[in-house]
């Protein structure tokens, strides 16, 4: 006789050596929950029943696009560096971008996983990643703050965690764009945000050459009473964060 076994709540069944039974029936909601979050990658209707899923079709999307060589290198650089959940959005957010930067396949579902995981800022930094922004700019903050006596480690992931979870609201000034272009994104995105009554933009830069830039672009609005402007720049001028509040 094949050993038997049938746990306390009579949802799963084990039979033989490799085959598990799961009796949606008798399992509860919260059951469900688990089963989705721990064994299986479906979701169900309101009477149990497992609905259409392309969770195979994912999985393959998701190992083909893996990590791989320079991600991998990037994710050394931030292993230490940033916290776990943080850490782990960025390994998914890479496979989003090799998914579809280098083969034009649909991220949607894959996009979706990351922000439902990660509601605080999931979304977000699968865009900055696709922007190459950790390629770059948060490395180049890390740099900035490295070189700093009393340099924290903490402080870093906290604004790097601040930056992310605010990037509606935010202008990276960047060496890959042009004076003009950062100085319209700006005007632009104060324009929606005194639309909708947000009250605030923050500017961030890091390294001389784009605090400079930034301090040029702040030139602009110097005269503009409707606007209070707050600086904070680092003793080497080469991280600052400035705020236009309206």
């Given at each position: 006789?094949p050993?038997?076994f ?11 050596q ?8 008798k ?7 688990q089963?989705?979050?721990k ?8 009477k ?11 999985t393959?999307q998701?190992?083909k696009y ?7 290198e990037l ?17 998914a ?5 090799n ?9 949607d ?6 922000s ?5 800022f ?9 922007q ?5 700019d ?8 490295l ?17 992310v ?5 935010i ?8 004076y ?10 104060l ?7 947000t009250g ?5 830069a890091?390294t ?16 503009d ?5 707050e600086v ?6 080469t991280v600052?964060?400035a705020?236009?509040?309206?």
């Open positions: 006789m050993p038997y049938i746990n306390t709540t009579n949802v799963l069944e084990v039979k033989g490799d085959k598990i039974i799961i009796d949606l029936s399992a509860t909601p919260q059951e469900k929950i089963i989705k979050e064994v299986l990658d479906v979701e169900f209707d309101e149990g029943n497992i609905l259409e899923s392309h969770s195979s079709e994912k393959k998701i190992k893996l990590p791989k060589d320079k991600d991998e994710l050394r650089f931030y292993r230490d560096k940033l916290n776990l959940d943080m850490y782990k959005a960025l390994e957010s890479l496979i989003v971008r998914s579809f930067g280098n083969f034009g396949e649909n991220t579902e894959l996009k979706w996983d990351i439902r995981k990660y509601p605080e999931g979304n977000n930094i699968c865009n900055l990643v696709t190459g922004y950790f390629d770059k948060f490395k180049d903050l890390y740099n900035s703050m070189a700093e006596e009393d340099f924290d480690i903490r402080i870093y992931q906290q604004k790097v965690e601040r930056i979870k605010s990037l509606p609201y202008v990276f000034v960047t060496r890959y764009k042009s003009d272009e950062l100085s319209g994104e700006v005007r632009y995105k324009k929606r945000l005194k639309m909708y009554g605030k933009l923050r500017l961030h890091f001389k050459e784009n605090v400079s830039t930034t301090l040029i672009i702040l030139d602009e609005y110097k005269a009473e409707t606007i209070l402007i904070e720049i680092n003793p080497s001028s600052i964060t705020t236009l509040k309206f």
